[in-house]
């Protein structure tokens, strides 16, 4: 069964470094997202990507974050100037065409911000 | 828009029935749903109200006078021990996921 796939697993970075998170959602979706989960918190939406371009952001995504389709399989999230609070696991998910299709999730990546 | 998961944690014995309470607060016509999470492995979907089926021996209905969406399974088994995590997706394009704070299954031998 296809699988939207996650790298890396656990990321490790100074604050006011720039981190990239990346993924490869399932290669027939069309739609892609970024969730968050702070330890102990519930998953966040962050931002949703249609036909290469941003269709929802919340009101987390703010400036410090981009997301960016490079190419034809890789989808990723890029956090400028991170603070420590920006620490917590990061779910890519993607899903097909249509209202309300199921949403498959990646393993996540964990972020530590230091 | 909001999903409310009551229990941080139910603890149940193999075979007793399970409740995974989830409540909804939506103008619109939702969508809901159940993710799975297994120990370290990646949410799942489990359930879709949609769909009306049932999956590991569980069931959702969707209850719309009392805006809620209650997961449950007649007998537990160890192997259901996992996070729970009940979804809100509000349609449209975006078909963004409002998810509740998740309810850890513990079933007991």
Redesign the interface.
Known sequence: EPEVTQTPSHQVTQMGQEVILRCVPISNHLYFYWYRQILGQKVEFLVSFYNNEISEKSEIFDDQFSVERPDGSNFTLKIRSTKLEDSAMYFCASSDYGANQPQHFGDGTRLSIL | QRVTQPEKLLSVFKGAPVELKCNYSYSGSP?L?W?VQYSR?????LL?H?SRESIKGFTADLNKGETSFHLKKPFAQEEDSAMY?CAL?R????????????TLLAVQP
Request: no cysteine; glycine share 20%.
């Open positions: 969508e749903f993710y492995q990646r949410l799942q979907l879709r949609i995590y997706g349609g449209g394009a975006t078909n963004k996921l409002i998810f509740g704070t998740g």
